[in-house]
C-alpha cells in the first residue's frame, strides 16, 4: 500500500498471491507486503487496499519493513523460527533481493 506507515513485513506465501490475495499479476508471485494490527489482525497490503487474512501454516515472514523510514531488514536466520503474532519468521540464506520504491523495471515511489 503506497500510503502505508510505521512497521510491517515481507511475506512469503505458499500460494500464489495472485490468486490467494488478488495481487497484480506483475506482482511477485509468492512474496507480499503484510502489517498486524492489534484491532484486526494480519492485512495484506494492496497498491491501493488493505485486506485483513487468516495465516496459514506456510506463511513466513522474511523481512521487517519500515514504511516511515522506507527501509528493509532481513529476519536473522533463527532455528527454530521465531514466531511473529502466530506467524512464523525466518530467513536462512538465499538470493532475495527487495528492492523499495521499484515496480515492473522502474520507478514507482511507496512499493517494496
Not at 512469503?12 to 495481487?23: C, D, H, L, P, V
Not at 514466531?83 to 533481493?97: E, F, I, T, W
Request: net charge negative; aromatic share 14%; charged share 20%.
Amino acid at each position: 500500500n503506497d500510503s502505508a506507515t510505521g512497521v510491517g513485513y515481507i511475506m512469503y506465501t505458499f500460494e500464489r498471491a495472485q490468486s490467494r490475495f488478488g495481487a497484480d499479476a506483475n506482482n511477485a508471485e509468492h512474496f507480499v507486503c503484510v502489517q498486524h494490527d492489534n484491532s484486526v489482525g494480519w492485512q495484506y497490503l494492496g497498491d491501493a487496499f488493505t485486506d485483513t487474512f487468516e495465516v496459514e501454516s506456510l506463511d513466513l515472514l522474511v523481512a521487517n519493513v519500515n514504511f516511515d523510514t522506507r527501509s528493509v531488514e532481513m529476519l536473522q536466520s533463527t532455528l527454530p523460527s521465531v514466531r511473529v503474532k502466530g506467524m512464523a519468521s525466518n530467513y536462512l540464506r538465499g538470493d532475495l533481493d527487495i528492492q523499495i520504491d521499484f515496480f515492473n523495471g522502474t520507478f514507482n515511489a511507496g512499493e517494496f
